[in-house]
């Protein structure tokens, strides 16, 4: 994954903490290599907290309001100005017409025109994660006018953790040892979401897993991606 001032990197992701869980570090290395960074939200990320439809309670809107501004937040610490938060209801992803994300990504793509594309992967237990990468490969097919020559797919520390079956496998490793700090930094704006160890979503969990990740490819901290397709002009 080479990052450098002709970067155009957009980051699709299902809900806000995502891009920062899956790729924090390696958006912060990006932006400090000159990239361009844009960022996809596809739905808001909290409903699933709540009971199916009662979405009009003042904790509700509360709890929406701290996810929404958490978000802004971490794009102003990233210093991304191009970022979309969508209003897809959490782990319903499944009750909207898989084309209707297939029609948002494919805008944006051709608005952004980005050189490298990263998504979830299909090894996840949240639903959301699963169709957020499924539409992506739909909007990416070959025959698509600005589609980009490298797609990869990132891991979400909790939803990745907890299949009972997991078949992501990283081949691509990006080295956030220097930009480790940041990245929890850039975590931290997201208010409520972090966890006790050992719950996943916590300091020491995301810590183990980017050592982790670091001991598969010989660095002291890194995040792992798949590599969905390369194409070499």
């Known amino acids: ?46 409903s699933a907290r709540f009971p199916i ?14 996810r929404t501004d958490s978000c802004l937040r971490a794009m102003r610490f990233y210093g991304i100005t191009d970022f979309t938060i969508g209003k897809r209801y959490c782990t319903q992803f499944d009750t909207v017409p898989m084309l209707d994300l297939v029609k948002e990504i494919e805008k944006k793509i051709d608005q952004f025109m980005p050189t490298i594309l990263l998504t979830h992967n299909p090894s996840e237990v949240n639903i959301d994660h699963r169709l957020t990468y499924e539409a992506v490969e739909i909007a990416c097919r070959p025959t698509r006018k600005n589609i980009p020559n490298e797609i990869y797919g990132f891991e979400i520390v909790c939803s990745g953790s907890w299949k009972f079956d997991s078949s992501f496998c990283p081949n691509v490793y990006v080295d956030i040892e220097k930009e480790w700090d940041k990245k929890f930094e850039a975590w931290r704006c997201y208010q409520d979401e972090d966890r006790d160890f050992p719950f996943p979503r916590s300091y020491e969990g995301l810590k183990t897993l980017a050592q982790y990740r670091g001991m598969a490819s010989n660095l002291n901290k890194a995040e792992g991606f798949r590599l969905l397709r390369k194409i070499t002009l």
Do not use: Q
């Open 1 to 46: 994954m080479e990052l450098n001032k002709k970067t155009r990197l957009l980051v699709v992701a299902a809900h806000p903490d995502d891009e920062t869980l899956g790729c924090g570090g390696t958006i912060i290395k990006a932006i400090k290599k000159g990239a361009v960074v844009s960022v996809l939200f596809l739905g808001e990320g909290v």
């Open 53 to 66: 439809g009662e979405y009009d309670s003042p904790k509700f809107i509360e709890s929406t309001k701290i």
